[in-house]
């Protein structure tokens, strides 16, 4: 768990060894005298310097831009100094010791340590400041690891939205609803004799069921938003040559995996991420399933149903030049009940009958005819993993969001519900009434961060990467 401290801390900001520029950064507090060992110029605040960074000795480490943030306008609110050096493994390790060292050489004219206690930064600590520091809420916070990960181009697009503050500030809109409401039933309770007509005359009632609907929208796009972070997992399942592989590939738009005409060719799993629009979707190709008596196929077999258990949807294959026979027939079934037994309520089994190309006629079937040799079928199989995936394009874009937004906003909606209840009733308990918007606005508030436990705070920014 990421405490919270106020040391100096130091990272690598950008993926080392990657590009031709890379970031080394340091926050705290009082970084000049720190500056003036390393850059063999003054810096004038927020604007870029090309300098040498020097070594111990004077030598230079490398040629740079160094830009100094004075607190509090900077990334984290500290004091912020950026060395953008060549972007080399190396280098920028040596860079990064550099500034360690140089924090604990003494500064002849204090006789004390140039910056006491720098160290290196933990995954997520300078955006945990940028929180802590008010520049950022937790949302939006969140949204930066989620931009850096993003996997598509939607998924990018709606984190930098969320960053932008456009999910904070839905957020705020429903608090400010809340807020309202409570203020008039506190005002009710406080006023027993004006009683209900009091509530009755706000049109608490309208008022509620105004914020419901508002909620349920968000809700719709946070859970839209959490589905692009996260995409799902497809499982793509069934007897031995039914064309798993072959789908996979058609899927991929590449050969992944090896197809062959040999029962038994994939042993282990084969996984892709692929994206339909915009919706990550992770696809595994799995053994064959059947009775086998070959080891190294048994292991296949049984990484096979590993996959199955954890998948959000299976797609089992049948080959329809084998579906006439009642063996095959027979083996398909098995197979299902096994599925069906083992997969947990509510993930979807999806009949997908292949190579239909093969087939003079192909006899009607519940599912999906496709072929992955000729193409035919896939974009409607594409169609049908969205619509599987409860994905639903939302008008006005939708803000990257988490599983842990979308279960806030569910805990908001079922206390709101319980709240809208009690106002229903013929005799409204008004302390229960008080209680449950309370409770709405604190399941709410977790979402931005403005009341968060400081465990929930560690765990959501050791998540992050270094130099975040
Ligand atoms: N070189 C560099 N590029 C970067 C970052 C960085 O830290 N360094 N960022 C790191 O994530 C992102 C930009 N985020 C930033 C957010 C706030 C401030 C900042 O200085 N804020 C001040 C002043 C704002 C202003 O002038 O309007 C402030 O909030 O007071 C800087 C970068 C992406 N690009
Ligand atoms: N005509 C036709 N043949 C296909 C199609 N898909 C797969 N096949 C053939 O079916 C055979 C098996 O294909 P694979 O994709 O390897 O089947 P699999 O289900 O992955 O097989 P295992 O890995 O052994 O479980 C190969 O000879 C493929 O060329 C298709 O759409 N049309
Ligand atoms: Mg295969």
Not at 131 to 137: A, C, E, Y
Not at 332 to 355: E, F, H, M, Q, T
Request: aromatic fraction near 4%; proline fraction near 4%.
């Amino acid at each position: 768990m990421l405490a919270r401290t106020t040391d100096p801390i130091v990272a690598i900001a950008t993926a080392p060894g990657r590009g031709a520029v890379g970031i080394v950064r340091v926050s705290g507090a009082g970084l000049a005298p720190l500056i003036a060992a390393i850059c063999v110029r003054p810096l004038k605040a927020r604007e870029a310097t090309y300098l040498p960074f020097r070594d111990a000795a004077g030598e230079p480490v490398d040629h740079g831009l160094a830009i100094h943030f004075p607190a509090p306008h900077s990334f984290t609110g500290e004091d912020v100094l950026e060395l953008q050096a060549h972007g080399g493994m190396v280098v920028l390790q040596l860079l990064l010791a550099r500034c360690l060292e140089a924090a604990n050489e003494v500064d002849a004219s204090s006789g004390r340590a140039r910056l006491p206690g720098l160290r290196l930064a933990q995954p997520g600590e300078f955006s945990q400041r940028a929180f802590l520091n008010g520049k950022v809420d937790l949302a939006q916070a969140e949204a930066i690891a989620d931009l850096i990960d993003a996997s598509t181009e939607a998924a990018a697009r709606s984190a930098g939205r969320s960053l932008s503050g456009a999910f904070s500030r839905e957020i705020h809109g429903l608090r400010d609803a809340l807020i309202h409401l409570r203020m008039l039933v506190e005002a009710t309770l406080d006023f027993p004799e004006e009683d209900i007509d009091f509530l009755q005359k706000a049109d608490a009632i309208g008022q509620l069921r105004a914020l419901q609907n508002q909620l349920a929208a968000v809700q719709l796009r946070a859970r839209q938003g959490a589905l692009l972070r996260e995409g799902i997992k497809v499982v793509i399942a069934g007897q031995p040559n039914a064309g798993k592989s072959s789908l996979l590939n058609a899927l991929a738009g590449a050969e992944l995996a090896i197809v062959s005409a040999v029962p038994g060719t994939t042993r282990d799993v084969v996984a892709q991420t692929i994206q339909i629009h915009g919706v990550p979707v992770h696809v595994a190709d799995t053994a064959g399933l059947r009775e086998s008596s070959d080891e190294v196929e048994q292991i296949g077999i049984a990484r096979a149903w590993d996959q199955i258990e954890s998948a959000d949807a299976v797609l089992f294959l049948h080959d329809l030049t084998r579906a006439d026979s009642p063996d095959y027939e027979a083996g398909d079934a098995g197979i299902l009940n096994l599925l069906r037994r083992k997969l947990p309520a509510g993930v979807p089994v999806l009949d997908v009958w292949s190579k239909h190309d093969a087939v003079a006629v192909a006899q009607q079937h519940d599912g999906l005819s496709l072929s992955a040799k000729t193409g035919f079928g896939i974009e409607a199989l594409r169609t049908r993993l969205l619509e599987i995936a409860g994905w639903q394009a939302v008008p006005d874009g939708v803000y990257l969001a988490r599983a842990r937004h979308v279960h806030a906003l569910a805990r908001v909606a079922d206390h709101v519900s319980l709240a809208a209840d009690q106002l229903a009733a013929r005799h409204p308990a008004l302390d229960l009434l008080a209680e449950e918007l309370r409770l709405a606005q604190n399941a709410l508030n977790e979402i931005t961060g403005a009341f968060g436990a400081d465990e929930l705070l560690g765990v959501i920014f050791s998540r992050f990467c270094i130099g975040k």
